[in-house]
């Protein structure tokens, strides 16, 4: 499976639970890796570049990080959109 469409997985499991439950990054990991039987490093590399380039981004509350979409607020703010 090339990289871009583990990408697209991703975003797409970020986008279902959005509103909904607040995904770890090792949640997004094993669900991404069982689904699509890619190993969990490969899986692992093409989140942390989706991070890189502000397409998902962490979040943190009641001293847990989460991984999730960020808003079109939060991109303007960074200058990404």
Do not use: N
């Amino acid at each position: 499976m090339e990289k871009e469409e583990i990408k697209q997985k991703i975003y797409e499991l970020l986008e279902k639970s959005k509103g909904k439950k607040k995904l770890k990054e090792k949640d997004v990991i094993k669900a991404i890796s069982e689904e699509t039987g890619v190993d969990k490093d490969t899986v692992k590399k093409a989140l942390r570049e989706m991070i890189d380039v502000g397409k998902v981004m962490y979040s943190y509350s009641g001293g847990a990080s989460s991984v999730e979409i960020p808003s079109e607020e939060y991109l303007k703010e960074k200058g990404l959109l």
